[in-house]
C-alpha cells in the first residue's frame, strides 16, 4: 500500500513555472514507477511523465515539463515551465508497482497504474 500526497499547484500566469511535488508513504518505494498525470475538464486523464527507481524516464511535454525523484525523500517533483493556459487541469501523482527494474517507457496509461493522490489544480491565466 503506498499513499500519496501531492502540493506545489496554484494559479500563475502565462509564462510562468511551477514545481510540484509529491510525497509516497507506504512500503517499497524503490519497486515503483512514479507518473505526473493531468486531467481538465470535460477531457480524460493525460500523460505528462513517468520515471523509474533508477532514474530513467519519459515525458509528454517536451521541453517545458521535468520530472524527478528523489529515493531518500520518498519524492517525486514535477517542474512546470512556461506554463499556457492549455496546461490548466487537476495534476495527478500516481504509482505503479513495476519492480525496481523496470523502464517508465512502459507505463505511459493511466491504467497502469495502482496508486493515486488526492490531485492538485494547476491554474495559468492568460
Not at 524503490?30 to 470535460?42: E, I, N
Not at 490548466?88 to 497502469?112: E, K, L, N, P
Request: with cysteine; proline share 2%; hydrophobic share 35%.
Amino acid at each position: 500500500q503506498v499513499q500519496l500526497v501531492e502540493s506545489g499547484g496554484g494559479l500563475v500566469q502565462a509564462g510562468g513555472s511551477l514545481r510540484l511535488s509529491c510525497a509516497a508513504s507506504g512500503r517499497a518505494f524503490s519497486t515503483y514507477v512514479m507518473g505526473w498525470f493531468r486531467q481538465a475538464p470535460g477531457k480524460e486523464r493525460e500523460f505528462v511523465a513517468g520515471i523509474s527507481w533508477r532514474g530513467d524516464y519519459v515525458d509528454s511535454v517536451k521541453g517545458r515539463f521535468t520530472i524527478s525523484r528523489d529515493n531518500a525523500k520518498n519524492t517525486v517533483y514535477l517542474q512546470l515551465n512556461s506554463l499556457k493556459p492549455e496546461d490548466t487541469a487537476v495534476y495527478y501523482c500516481a504509482a505503479a508497482g513495476a519492480g525496481q527494474d523496470s523502464s517508465a517507457r512502459h507505463y505511459t496509461h493511466h491504467t497502469q497504474y495502482d496508486y493515486w493522490g488526492q490531485g492538485t489544480q494547476v491554474t495559468v491565466s492568460s
